[in-house]
């Protein structure tokens, strides 16, 4: 059942076969993410359960536990993950973890770097979903951390130790968590402690206890991310360490790239050595464009810090770009009041300034974002999908449309194109099982949730469609546009109903999106290039092939007027 490797030092990096090829762009994917033990068990007979279901109230101690998804699951589930349009899969982690921690479903408390945790699989299983995705044309990226280490190790005594800002040094050392308790700790096995074998010195870890002011940056460097144990990546060894076993993952799994967490919590120079070390091998290997993106929880300045290669350098501020791309919390803090008409559009546009304010080419500055509307982890309370106390769904789909439209690499979270609504005080109300288990979504247990036909599902795979046939989706220029209900006098709309219209720009090629946000119908005149268009031609919508919208002239502004029923939507272009 694979390999166990206990040292980075026995890792053979070299390759026997040719590996499956980066894309060329990462603009060009739809990035599907999932909660592997949240997705998808082989062993369930999905025929034997209904779409349909009927909710009860679910025991939330039963969330917290393991509910048996497994990579098996996902490779079975290939064909529905690309029938949304998604041609890349981000998996949450798949390493070991403590064994016996029940709550440590999410993957993010790491026992063993090099092994793939028995509750979702083997390293067969991996290898064997990343050969299936691959022969399909779709990409795997793995969530990885090196921030931190699971709950390995405990301080001395039996309490809890947290940060002291004035302490004198680290703390002490106290003892290496074993499993069973009762195993002589004389002699460490597969179970006790971390593996690889290199993380077992105290040294490795700051021991400054945990984190009890989260604004605090020196704490969030420093400290424990709650019981989880801060690594010192400062250390040329613990740094080597963890570069060498994710380059193992790549040798010997043939992954696309990785999703890095918690970067804020890094110090910048550790996170930039990292990436830049990972990408080196990959390109050795003949991976010429691995993907690593990160979570940065903050606005566009902090996040500029860490991508853009062609990014402004603000002031003297000492920069160590690494990244790829981050995720784009940014939009993620607006766009959702924005679709659904409780903060008004300038909300959204003000947003992208920074891309002419940080990147000397805005229209590249897509590449630097992974977009989002729902996911696992979220900063704000309640925890809560965009659907969470919403039964207007096709508000989901303009959410996912504005993805698929705008600038940046979209993705989407398992379940929101099936309208999984979970929210609570707790994050487990946002990790619902697709398949079933104790814990499944609405409410209920054991009915599956990977229904094709769902009108989400459907109205999102013909928009991730489009995108992937138009370029001017994927790298275009994007400017919203102003609307006017005569089409005499034109202004961006001041209020949530509305018309929400862009345009993406590729060289000659304008696509103009409109999102009707209102609950009324609505018939608005929307500003298109003048430059590109001539009054008395015709853009086609393509999401209805039969409507064609006439382009007009008042003065010397071009428009099309643009009918639209409520919470639908238009893609327009020229033909």
């Not at 739809?30 to 998808?40: N, W």
């Not at 853009?308 to 940014?330: Q, V, W």
Request: hydrophobic content about 35%; aromatic content about 14%.
């Amino acid at each position: 059942m694979g390999e166990n490797i206990q040292s980075v030092k026995d890792i053979n990096f070299d390759i026997q076969n040719s590996v499956f090829p980066s894309p060329s762009d990462w603009r060009d994917v739809f990035i599907y993410f999932l909660l592997v033990d949240r997705f998808d068990n082989n062993a369930v007979d999905t025929e034997a359960y209904s779409s349909s279901s009927e909710s009860q109230e679910l025991d939330i101690s039963q969330g917290k536990k393991f509910q048996g998804g497994n990579i098996k699951g996902i490779t079975r589930r290939l064909d529905y993950i690309k029938g949304l349009g998604a041609n890349a899969i981000w998996l949450s982690p798949v390493f070991r973890n403590r064994q016996e921690k029940e709550d440590s479903y999410h993957g993010y408390g790491i026992q063993d770097f090099l092994r793939v945790d028995e509750r979702f699989g083997s390293l067969e299983d991996l290898q064997e979903l990343v050969k299936e995705a691959h022969s399909r044309d779709m990409y795997v990226i793995l969530d990885i951390i090196i921030n931190h280490t699971g709950d390995n190790w405990s301080y001395p005594g039996s309490y809890p130790y947290y940060y002291w800002k004035d302490a004198p040094g680290p703390f002490d050392f106290g003892k290496w968590r074993t499993f069973p308790t009762d195993n002589d700790q004389n002699i460490i096995g597969e179970n006790d402690a971390v593996w690889p074998e290199e993380l077992q010195d105290p040294e490795c870890y700051k021991r400054r206890g945990q984190i009890t002011d989260w604004n605090d940056n020196e704490q969030a460097v420093n400290g424990d991310f709650f019981t989880l144990k801060e690594l010192d990546v400062r250390r040329y060894d613990v740094l080597d360490t963890l570069i060498k076993a994710y380059k193992y993952w790549i040798k010997t799994t043939d992954i696309d790239g990785f999703r890095m967490d918690t970067v804020k919590h890094l110090e910048s120079s550790s996170t930039a050595i990292f990436c830049n070390a990972i990408k080196e091998y990959a390109k050795s290997i003949g991976k010429h464009n691995f993907f690593i993106f990160g979570e940065i929880v903050g606005d566009d300045t902090t996040i500029q810090q860490y991508i853009g290669r062609n990014s402004r350098i603000p002031g003297t501020n000492e920069r160590f770009p690494s990244l790829d791309a981050a995720l784009d919390f940014p939009l993620y803090f607006v766009l959702e009041e924005v679709i659904k008409g409780f903060n008004e559009p300038s909300v959204l546009r003000n947003r992208y300034d920074a891309f002419r304010n940080l990147y000397t080419d805005h229209g590249e500055a897509g590449r630097y974002f992974v977009t989002f509307v729902d996911n696992h982890d979220q900063m704000i309370r309640p925890y809560r999908r965009f659907m969470y106390g919403n039964t207007i769904h096709q508000q989901v789909v303009l959410a996912m449309t504005y993805l698929l439209t705008s600038q940046g690499i979209p993705c989407i979270y398992y379940g929101t194109e099936q309208g999984f609504d979970g929210g609570g005080e707790d994050d487990v109300y946002i990790r619902e099982c697709m398949f079933g288990g104790e814990w499944g979504a609405f409410g209920t247990k054991g009915y599956h949730f990977f229904n094709p036909d769902n009108p989400i599902y459907k109205d999102i795979s013909r928009v991730a469609g489009i995108r992937l046939s138009e370029p001017a989706l994927r790298y275009g220029r994007q400017y919203f546009r102003q609307t006017s209900e005569t089409g005499k006098e034109f202004s961006h709309p001041s209020t949530g109903n509305c018309i929400l219209a862009y345009s993406r720009i590729l060289d000659t090629t304008e696509i103009l999106v409109a999102l009707n946000l209102d609950s009324e119908s609505r018939s608005d005149c929307i500003v298109v290039d003048s430059n590109l268009h001539s009054a008395g031609q015709k853009m086609k919508d393509l999401l209805h092939s039969d409507n064609e919208y006439l382009i007009e002239q008042s003065d010397s502004t071009m428009f099309v007027k643009v009918s639209l029923e409520p919470y639908s939507m238009a893609i327009l272009k020229q033909g």
